[in-house]
């Protein structure tokens, strides 16, 4: 059964960081992506950005990019995505998500087969 767990998430000042992350079990996942979502109250959960389990191959949206970088510890089955210059706006809870998807493709939520259940991230202005 996979399992992903995610942890890392708590309360910030606008312009910190924090570092999330994505513990995986239960399979291999050579072939598969891992991706990050996000939700924020009231919205629909929207796409952070993933990487290939095998070559590391990243993609992110643009209102993240050179401000979240995504990597991975094979030997730990583990993802993380390091949130540098934190806004407001990136208050929601992070979802990590597997899926057989690459790139772009893994941008829609229903491509992703397997979900946590969520770290609550809150930037304060």
């Known amino acids: 059964q996979v399992q992903l767990a995610e942890s890392g998430g708590g309360l910030v000042q606008a312009g910190g960081s924090l570092r999330l992350s994505c513990a995986a079990s239960?399979?291999?996942?050579?072939?598969?992506?891992m991706g990050w979502f996000r939700q924020a109250p009231g919205k629909e959960r929207e796409f952070v950005g993933s990487?290939?389990?095998?070559?590391?191959?990243?993609y992110y949206t643009d209102s993240v990019k050179g401000r979240f970088t995504i990597s991975k510890d094979n030997a730990k089955n583990t993802v993380y995505l390091q949130m540098n210059s934190l806004k407001p706006e990136d208050t929601a809870v992070y979802y990590c998500?597997?899926?057989?998807?690459?790139?772009?493709?893994?941008?829609?939520?229903?491509?992703?087969?397997?979900w946590g259940k969520g770290t609550l991230v809150t930037v304060s202005s």
């Open positions: 998500a597997v899926g057989l998807c690459s790139g772009y493709g893994c941008s829609l939520p229903s491509v992703m087969e397997y």
């Open positions: 239960g399979r291999t996942f050579s072939g598969y992506a």
């Open positions: 990487i290939r389990w095998s070559g590391g191959g990243t």
